[in-house]
């Protein structure tokens, strides 16, 4: 299985099903991929607190995607480590593109 099956192509954008580990020593977006869940790993340095982690989450997806964190919403799993992220105006195309140049670097 591919981790294309993490992305949802809609008409506002990608939504990308991750996982999330908080807390981790390093931010590593993404980490890797969960065949049997289908989603994409990501470890946080924020803890789970007041939203600490999810912020951080918006933020460096808008880092990795070149996008402004107010076109990143988390629509799904507020509160859980399994998360759905939209990203507004991204295409299944590019989003596979960044997605793959950055599991391939965790491949070493």
């Keep these: 299985m591919s981790f294309e099956d993490?992305?949802?192509e809609t008409e506002d954008g990608i939504v990308i099903d991750v996982e999330v580990t908080p807390g981790s020593k390093k931010i590593c977006i993404p980490s890797g991929y969960n065949?049997?869940?289908k989603r994409i790993e990501v470890k946080l340095s924020e803890n789970a607190r007041k939203g600490k982690a999810n912020e951080q989450l918006v933020e460096k997806f808008a880092s990795?995607?070149?996008l402004n964190e107010s076109?990143?919403?988390i629509t799904?799993?507020?509160k859980s480590t399994k998360k759905s992220?939209?990203?507004k105006g991204v295409g299944y195309p590019r989003a596979v593109s960044v997605l793959k140049d950055g599991l391939k670097g965790q491949e070493s």
């Design 6 to 8: 993490a992305l949802r």
């Design 35 to 37: 065949p049997w869940r």
């Design 64 to 66: 990795l995607f070149g």
């Design 71 to 73: 076109e990143i919403s």
């Design 76 to 78: 799904n799993g507020q």
């Design 85 to 87: 992220v939209l990203l």
